[in-house]
């Protein structure tokens, strides 16, 4: 497993549906996984804080410590026809499959450590030299334009398994 971090949250230009780009902590790829709107906005709201409303992924963290638990990552363990398979781990090494985009939410939310299988990364990682030439750096504008470019190229499909 590969620890990840989030680097961008865009609309992919044909299909308007919400991406979210992972790219490796100590390395040079990333991946896009596509959200669903509930889940994308719960990612855009950012890490909680002690003062901000509670929103419906914030109720599984209050849930899990009172049956005496720990939620510690959330990790993406294969792609199968096009879709990531994601699990919550939670203490005891007790893992639960649930949807890639509600596993990204409440990591997010949550301030947890997100992780990627290597054989993800090496299927369907790209260089984020790539797709952002002048780093994850530059201004959100010019980021926005270049990643638009890549997003104009690029389908669901192009990360479906051959």
Known sequence: MRDMRTLRLVMHARTRQPMLLLGERDGERCVPVFLRGPQA?????GQRTDGDPLLPMDVLVPVVTGLGHTLEAAEFTALTDGVFVAVLVFDGDKRIEV??????AVAVREGLPIRMAEQILDEVGQP???IFPDGTDAPPEEQIDEFREFLDDV????????
């Not at 906005?41 to 709201?45: F, K």
């Open 128 to 130: 984020v030299s790539e």
């Open 99 to 104: 949807l890639a985009s509600d596993a990204l």
């Open 155 to 162: 389908s669901p499909d192009d990360f479906k398994q051959p």
């Open 41 to 45: 906005t719960v990612i855009a709201e």
